[in-house]
């Protein structure tokens, strides 16, 4: 079964928080509040332990955008964003936060599969995005594929999947929050 990439528009103080509290992520997406885990000493010796949730905690379970990207082919992705195979440290990250978590970038790790960039630097994926041209993305899968013609409903989907990303960085610019994908 594959796993898909999700797009959530998020505020910063909520990544910051999941960033800290990734136990709490489930919650967050399924829009609840987070439960509270106490150690065997926090027990023992009573201690009550108390997580200052973010203001706008979702309520409800989080709605997203889906490119459907699945995990088996985010390395091809990496490639039609960034025309290298290399890893990258910049908001090109996106697709390669899958297959590298651990290579250091500027996005954020929230329990090292769910992933996000802060609203600083959602305009940089938006204009890495729109600064893909066709010809672009027609050279660099003719190249990830050994020059394999792209039929056109192919390319279609591959500009559906840029598109559907490029949407979710309105919104968060819209909203001046961050974007975080997630596997569902």
Known sequence: MASYMFFHVVPDSHLDFLHEHPE?????????????????LDKLFGREIELNVPDNWP??????????????????????????SERVDHTGCIFQTWFAPGHKTVAVSIDGENFALHSKRVPELKKRIGELTREDLLERYRKAVDNKVLSESDEE????????????????????????????
């Open 59 to 84: 309520t409800n379970e989080l709605e997203g955008f889906s490119p459907e990207v699945n995990h088996r082919q985010v390395e091809y992705f990496h490639y039609l964003l960034n025309g290298t």
């Open 157 to 184: 989907f591959l500009r559906d999947v840029f598109s559907e990303i490029s949407a979710a960085c309105d919104k968060a610019l819209e909203e001046r929050a961050g974007l975080m994908w997630t596997a569902g």
């Open 24 to 40: 709490a992520f489930r919650a967050y997406m399924e829009g609840r509040a987070p439960e509270i885990r106490r150690s065997l």
